[in-house]
C-alpha cells in the first residue's frame, strides 16, 4: 500500500484521512472575477473542500477532497449554486473565488501569525483540549483570542457578501464559534446554521474559559445549534441557562429580544453505501488478502486508525495490546495490531509530545515481545487513500476504536459499514460520540487497562455467533443512518425553524 501523503483531513468531522488515490478525477476549476457572485446555500468551514494538487506540466490545480461531509453536501451545494467558504491550509495566500465542479470556493487569507494564534493557539492549544475534557492542558492567552476574534470576523463577511437575500448559511466547528453572532449582525436576514463536530463539554469545564460569555453568545447568533449528542446539546443549554440566564424548554432557547434558538442532536455519520460498495470490489478483497500476508498472516488482526492525536486513547490502547502478549493471553505467533496514524497538527506542542511518546512505546514493545521479523505492532505514520483504507477494514478482525474523548468517530462507523458480512468485532470506548448508536460493540472505559485487555481478547475470541448477532445489529445501524440522513435531517429543521420565526 502506498502512503496518500501527509495530508490533513478536510472535513470537520473524523475519517479516514485519505488524500490522493481516491478515484476522483481532479474537477474543473474555472478561475473567474467572481466580484458579486451570490448564493442561496453557503457552508462556512475552517477548511476548504478541495486540494491542491500539481499537474504533470508544474501547473497547479485542485481537486475535491473525498471527505463524507463534502460529499453528502455536494448535491445541494451544485443544485443551488452553492458557496464553500474556508481556508486553503496555506499561509499569506490571497486567492479570488473560483468555480470547482459547479461549486463556488471562496477562499479566506490567514496570515503565518495568524495560523500561529488562531489555528495552532486559540483552535487547536485551546478549544481543542478544553472540549475534549481536559485531557490535554488548555493554554489560555489573550493575543490568540484577538486572533480568533478577527479570523470569524473575516470568514463572517464573506459569507455576509456571498449569501443572497433570505439564503442559508451552515457553519462548522469550534474553530468558527463567533461567526453565527457575527453574521447576524451584518445580514439578519438570513437563516443560520450551526454543527459542532467536537464534544461540547460540561458547564464545569467550559467555565475556565475567559471568552465563555462571548462564545456562547457567538452561537446563540444561530437558528438551529447541533451538536453530535443529546449529552453536548444539554450542556450547552444548561450553560446557557446559567451563564446567560435565557430561558431553555425542550431544547429550545429564548433571547431577551424574542428570537429563539434552537438546540438539538444530529449524530453525524459516513457515507456507507459508497464505503460498503468500496469494500466488495475484487481489488479490495485481493488487497486486504495482501495486507493480512505482509503483517504475517495472524489468526487475529487488531487495526487503530486515528489522526495522531492525543484524544484518541492510541498509547493505551498499545499498551493493552502490549500486555496481552506480555503475560501470554496471545501469542505474538497468533496477533498482530496494525496501527495507522494520521500526521496531524505537527506544530503543535502536545502533538510532537505525543508523537515521541507514541514512537518509543512501539519501539519498546517491538522490541521486548516482537519476533524476528515480525513486529507485533506495524506503525504507519502517514495517511492512505480510501481504497487502502477499505482493505484494512476489510482485512481487520477487530477494529479497536478507544478514544478518551471523542465527539463522534467515523472510523468506527467505516469499520462497520466495510463488512461484507456479520462478522469482525468492533472495541469502541464508552466516550466517543458514536457509542450512543454502536451499542452492540464490545464497549471499554480506555482508562481501565484490564478492562480494555479483556474486551479485545473477547472481541478476538468470541464465537462467530456472538459476533454475527453484534455486528447485524451495528450494521443495520449504520445503514439506516447515513451522512445524506444527516445533512437533510438537519437543513429541514433549519427550514422549518428559521421560517416559522
Ligand atoms: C477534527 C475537527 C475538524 C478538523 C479535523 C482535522 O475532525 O473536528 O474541524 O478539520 O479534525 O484537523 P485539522 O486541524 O487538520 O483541520
Known amino acids: 500500500m502506498s502512503p496518500a501523503g501527509r495530508s490533513r483531513s478536510t472535513e470537520p468531522t473524523e475519517t479516514t484521512n485519505g488524500r490522493s488515490h481516491n478515484g476522483k478525477k481532479s474537477g474543473s476549476t474555472t478561475r473567474r472575477p467572481q466580484k458579486g457572485h451570490t448564493a442561496s446555500f453557503v457552508v462556512v468551514a475552517n477548511r476548504l473542500p478541495v486540494d491542491r494538487v500539481t499537474n504533470p506540466d508544474g501547473s497547479a490545480d485542485w481537486r475535491s477532497s473525498p471527505g463524507g461531509l463534502v460529499t453528502a453536501l455536494e448535491p445541494v451545494l451544485r443544485a443551488q449554486g452553492g458557496a464553500w467558504i474556508g481556508w486553503t491550509g496555506a499561509a499569506e495566500e490571497d486567492l479570488d473565488p473560483f468555480d470547482h465542479d459547479g461549486i463556488e470556493i471562496v477562499p479566506v487569507a490567514l496570515s503565518a501569525q495568524e495560523i500561529r494564534d488562531y489555528y495552532e493557539g486559540f483552535s487547536n492549544a485551546t478549544l481543542w483540549p478544553l472540549y475534549h475534557d481536559v485531557v490535554a492542558h488548555p493554554e489560555f492567552h489573550r493575543e490568540w483570542w484577538d486572533a480568533y476574534r478577527r479570523v470569524n470576523r473575516r470568514f463572517a463577511e464573506r459569507a455576509a457578501e456571498v449569501a443572497e437575500p433570505g439564503a442559508i448559511v451552515w457553519v462548522h466547528d469550534y474553530q468558527l464559534q463567533l461567526v453565527p453572532e457575527i453574521l447576524r449582525e451584518l445580514r439578519p436576514d438570513l437563516k443560520i446554521g450551526y454543527f459542532l463536530h467536537i464534544p461540547f463539554p460540561p458547564t464545569e469545564l467550559f467555565q475556565q ?230 451499542r452492540q460493540a464490545y464497549m471499554i472505559n480506555p482508562y481501565d487497562i484490564n478492562q480494555m485487555k479483556a474486551r479485545m481478547l473477547e472481541a478476538a475470541t468470541d464465537s462467530p455467533r456472538n459476533k454475527a448477532r453484534r455486528m447485524r445489529i451495528l450494521r443495520r445501524q449504520v445503514f439506516d443512518h447515513d451522512i445524506d440522513r444527516w445533512a437533510t435531517n438537519f437543513l429541514d429543521d433549519l427550514n422549518d425553524f428559521a421560517r416559522s420565526r
Open 209 to 438: 474559559l475567559p471568552w465563555r460569555r462571548e462564545i456562547v453568545e457567538g452561537l446563540l447568533g444561530a437558528d438551529l445549534v447541533g451538536f453530535q449528542t443529546t449529552g453536548g446539546a444539554q450542556n450547552f443549554a444548561r450553560l446557557v441557562r446559567q451563564r446567560a440566564h435565557h430561558p431553555t424548554q425542550r431544547g429550545s432557547i429564548e433571547l431577551p429580544d424574542g428570537r429563539r434558538v434552537l438546540t438539538r442532536a444530529y449524530p453525524i455519520s459516513i457515507q456507507t453505501r459508497e464505503f460498503f460498495e468500496l469494500a466488495s470490489q475484487p481489488e479490495t478483497a485481493a488487497r486486504a488478502e495482501q495486507v493480512r500476508h505482509d503483517v504475517g498472516d495472524p489468526k487475529y488482526l487488531f487495526l487503530g486508525v486515528d489522526r495522531l492525536d492525543y484524544t484518541k486513547g492510541i498509547y493505551q490502547r498499545l499498551r493493552a495490546f502490549g500486555e496481552l502478549i506480555s503475560d501470554g493471553s496471545l501469542d505474538p505467533e497468533d496477533a498482530a495490531f496494525v496501527q495507522v496514524a494520521n500526521p496531524s497538527r505537527e506544530r503543535v506542542e502536545e502533538y510532537k509530545k505525543l508523537r515521541d511518546d507514541i514512537e518509543r512505546l512501539v519501539g519498546r514493545l517491538n522490541g521486548e515481545i516482537g519476533v524476528l521479523g515480525r513486529p507485533v505492532i506495524n506503525y504507519m505514520h502517514t495517511s492512505y487513500g480510501r481504497e487502502d483504507m477499505a482493505a484494512l477494514y476489510r482485512a481487520a478482525d477487530v477494529m479497536v476504536v478507544t478514544p478518551l474523548r471523542d465527539g463522534m468517530n467515523l472510523v468506527a462507523k467505516e469499520y462497520i459499514a466495510c463488512r461484507q458480512a456479520d462478522d469482525g468485532a468492533l472495541v469502541l470506548s464508552e466516550f466517543a460520540g458514536a457509542a450512543r448508536e454502536l
